[in-house]
Antibody
Framework: QVQLQESGPGLVKPSQTLSLTCTVSGGSISSGSYYWSWIRQPAGKGLEWIGRIYTSGSTNYNPSLKSRVTISVDTSKNQFSLKLSSVTAADTAVYYC???????????????WGQGTLVTVSS | EIVLTQSPGTLSLSPGERATLSCRASQSVSSSYLAWYQQKPGQAPRLLIYGASSRATGIPDRFSGSGSGTDFTLTISRLEPEDFAVYYCQQYGSSPTFGQGTKVEIK
């Protein structure tokens, strides 16, 4: 059973770069046909898709965040990461990592999620 | 970007009642790449439905999804106490987006 766990600083200063890591256990991040995603949720609000990286290394980003987001994979550590630059208070949220699949029939949605980690942007 | 609009915002029902949740897309959702998730307070979302109408592994058959194109529905046939939560639709095509959520609360 695959498990995902987010980690990173809980507090980031405005204008700095938010960096989070998602550690995958119970399977190799580089095997199979999957994509690895980041989603965020401000307190009391809905879910916002940030972006995803495929096993192949290709990426898709939310157009509204694209200029500030980078998602990458470290296969040696079985982790993938999120970097969000030039953060403001509006980036304060619970950040989730999740996994979706690719089959011969097409894309599958996010079936496995981490528990989420709260990141607060404040000086 | 495909905008998903969920209605109603809040649904107040009693256990045993039927819940019908709507998700309308601003343009056609390709290949029925429409999913529904359930989220309880303090928890990550849980996948319920994918491909508009297929139940994810372990999801009870009281949950069903239907629809195509731009109009999709999640139905909970008989509400159990553990079903009171927030439900989100998501289109997971080329540039995924989520709806704003529908809260199902106890009447």
């Amino acid at each position: 059973q695959v498990q995902l766990q987010e980690s990173g600083p809980g507090l980031v200063k405005p204008s700095q770069t938010l960096s989070l890591t998602c550690t995958v256990s119970g399977g190799s991040i580089s095997s199979g046909s999957y994509y690895w995603s980041w989603i965020r949720q401000p307190a009391g609000k809905g879910l916002e898709w940030i972006g995803r990286i495929y096993t192949s290394g290709s990426t898709n980003y939310n157009p509204s965040l694209k200029s500030r987001v980078t998602i990458s994979v470290d296969t040696s550590k079985n982790q993938f990461s999120l970097k969000l630059s030039s953060v403001t208070a509006a980036d304060t949220a619970v950040y989730y990592c999740a996994r979706g699949g690719i089959t011969i029939f097409g894309v599958e949605p996010l079936g496995y999620w981490g528990q989420g980690t709260l990141v607060t942007v404040s000086s | 970007e495909i905008v998903l609009t969920q209605s109603p915002g809040t649904l107040s029902l009693s256990p045993g009642e039927r819940a019908t949740l709507s998700c309308r897309a601003s343009q056609s959702v390709s290949s029925s790449y429409l999913a529904w998730y359930q989220q309880k307070p303090g928890q990550a979302p849980r996948l319920l439905i994918y491909g508009a109408s297929s139940r994810a592994t372990g999801i009870p058959d009281r949950f069903s999804g239907s629809g195509s194109g731009t109009d999709f529905t999640l139905t909970i046939s008989r509400l159990e106490p553990e079903d009171f939560a927030v439900y989100y639709c998501q289109q997971y095509g080329s540039s995924p987006t989520f709806g704003q959520g529908t809260k199902v609360e106890i009447k």
